[in-house]
């Protein structure tokens, strides 16, 4: 389940534990692990992917995601403990949550993971980019 952020986050405050899961029931899902890939490139930091058994999508589906460690922003200004974000049901699909001009200047942050970006694209003519999420 991808859980994206308002802002870039501290990848050093990181951890499994930091999320809950919450079912329609009330139960807690089991969390596994968490991860910043695949897009660990600048600017891209804001997205986190929850692995883990969340209910099931018909008789216990999952309904609100809540922050309960010391996730940082990545600048250090913000600390999302006690934030909660409603579950998007399966069924409606994908939404476009944030466009932002893409800074291809950012600096790696140096995550020791591998790069996502691949060969750029071609830039020749184009004006700006748009990273979508």
Request: aromatic fraction near 4%; proline fraction near 8%; include cysteine.
């Amino acid at each position: 389940m991808p859980v994206i952020f308002s802002t870039e986050i501290d990848h050093t405050t990181l951890l499994a534990g930091d999320f809950r899961v919450v079912t329609a029931s009330g139960a807690a899902g089991q969390m596994h692990c968490v991860t910043l890939l695949p897009a660990t490139d600048a600017g891209e930091l804001r997205t986190v992917l929850l692995v883990g058994e969340f209910g099931d999508a018909e008789t216990d589906p999952p309904v609100k995601v809540e922050i309960a460690g010391h996730l940082r922003s990545i600048d250090g200004a913000l600390d999302f403990r006690g934030a909660e974000v409603a579950v998007t049901p399966l069924a409606p699909g994908p939404t476009l949550v944030l466009a932002e001009i893409a800074d291809p200047t950012l600096a790696d942050p140096g995550l020791g993971q591998r790069r996502t970006d691949g060969t750029d694209c071609p830039t020749e003519g184009i004006a700006q980019a748009v990273r979508v999420v």
